[in-house]
């Protein structure tokens, strides 16, 4: 490997080394990641959707590359391009619902304890006043992504769930978990996707564990 390359394709092909260096942890997380991504009440095609939406948000190249490969097969490049934008305006999404505690604590109400309730999100209009255009602007945005397009709304919603299950944002999951029910998706739909999540976040982490082998290994030479 060149010393100034820090991915490349090749690299996730260090990745069964893993089950000789820590070999039953390994095997159990491998063992996970199939279950989760196997179809179910949700069919393979929208777990890899989900599974590429995920992976856009973690940031992992492996992940990004695998799963579109595999999605490719079942969806169109225009059915993965809605599911990017789903990712997008949730990432995007939850900077902006956390923007309510950022109110909170600039105006300083020190007697109230609490850092998450549902109804401090109430203050997200505010920003309509404090950064109109950019923020009509993300409201807009948010809309079109959201809505029905080639993916369903009850599609977008599931990705939706599954993506603020890895951004960690409260208010997006009270929030999408809503909508989705209105959607008619069913608790064990909700929690497929939420596995698929889960189970990206771990790959995202243990894919890049490619990269630690090689920044070990040159730390050597």
């Given at each position: 490997m060149s010393n100034d390359s820090l991915y490349k394709k090749s690299n996730i092909n260090r990745l069964g080394e893993y089950g000789e260096l820590s070999g039953d942890a390994f095997r159990a997380f491998v063992d996970f990641d199939q279950k989760a991504l196997a179809a179910g009440l949700l069919t393979n095609k929208l777990?890899?959707?989900?599974?590429?939406?995920?992976?856009?948000?973690?940031?992992?190249?492996?992940?990004?590359?695998?799963?579109?490969?595999?999605?490719?097969?079942?969806a169109t490049k225009e059915e993965m391009a809605e599911a990017i934008m789903v990712a997008t305006a949730l990432k995007a999404g939850s900077a902006m619902a956390h923007g309510v505690n950022?109110?909170?604590?600039?105006?300083?109400?020190?007697?109230?304890?609490?850092?998450?309730?549902?109804?401090?999100f109430d203050r997200i209009k505010e920003y309509s006043n404090l950064a109109g255009d950019a923020f009509k602007a993300f409201v807009s945005f948010?809309?079109?992504?959201?809505?029905?397009?080639?993916?369903?709304?009850?599609?977008?919603?599931l990705i939706a769930i599954a993506i603020a299950?890895?951004?960690?944002?409260?208010?997006?999951?009270?929030?999408?978990?809503?909508?989705?029910?209105?959607?008619?998706?069913?608790?064990?739909e909700m929690a497929e996707a939420i596995m698929v999540a889960t189970a990206l976040k771990a790959g995202s982490a243990m894919a890049h564990g490619v990269n630690a082998l090689n920044a070990y290994d040159e730390s050597l030479n």
């Open positions: 777990k890899e959707l989900i599974a590429v939406a995920v992976a856009h948000v973690t940031g992992c190249p492996y992940c990004i590359e695998i799963h579109v490969n595999k999605v490719k097969k079942e950022a109110l909170n604590a600039y105006d300083g109400n020190e007697s109230d304890d609490e850092l998450y309730k549902v109804s401090y948010d809309i079109q992504a959201m809505k029905a397009g080639l993916l369903s709304v009850k599609e977008k919603e299950h890895v951004t960690g944002c409260p208010y997006c999951i009270e929030a999408h978990v809503n909508a989705a029910k209105k959607a008619q998706v069913s608790k064990e």
